[in-house]
Structure formats: structure tokens, C-alpha cells
């Protein structure tokens, strides 16, 4: 993962079929959610094994 060689600070982007953020009509349905926790406990590991 090359972006720990730039920061320590990444961002996991979901989803939203209106592109509506930050706002209280945000809408990200269960499935989305489930798939951006899994693309994060993917990424944790791999990020935490390399050298800094």
C-alpha cells in the first residue's frame, strides 16, 4: 500500500446513489456498508504489517 509512504490519515469512500454527503438525506444502503467494512478490515492488516 504506497499511500503509507505520504500519510498516515486515508478515507474509505461509500456509495450513495443520490451523491448527496454531509447532509441529513446521506443515504448508504446495508449491503454498501457491509462492503466498505470488509474493503477496511482487508486494508487494516496490510497497511499495519508494513514498515514505516
Given at each position: 500500500?504506497?499511500?503509507v509512504a505520504v500519510t498516515d490519515v486515508g478515507m474509505l469512500f461509500l456509495r450513495n446513489p443520490h451523491g448527496i454527503s454531509h447532509n441529513p438525506d446521506e443515504l448508504v444502503s446495508a449491503g454498501d456498508m457491509e462492503r466498505g467494512i470488509q474493503a477496511l478490515a482487508e486494508t487494516v492488516p496490510?497497511?499495519?504489517a508494513e514498515p514505516r
Open positions: 500500500m504506497a499511500i496490510h497497511l499495519a
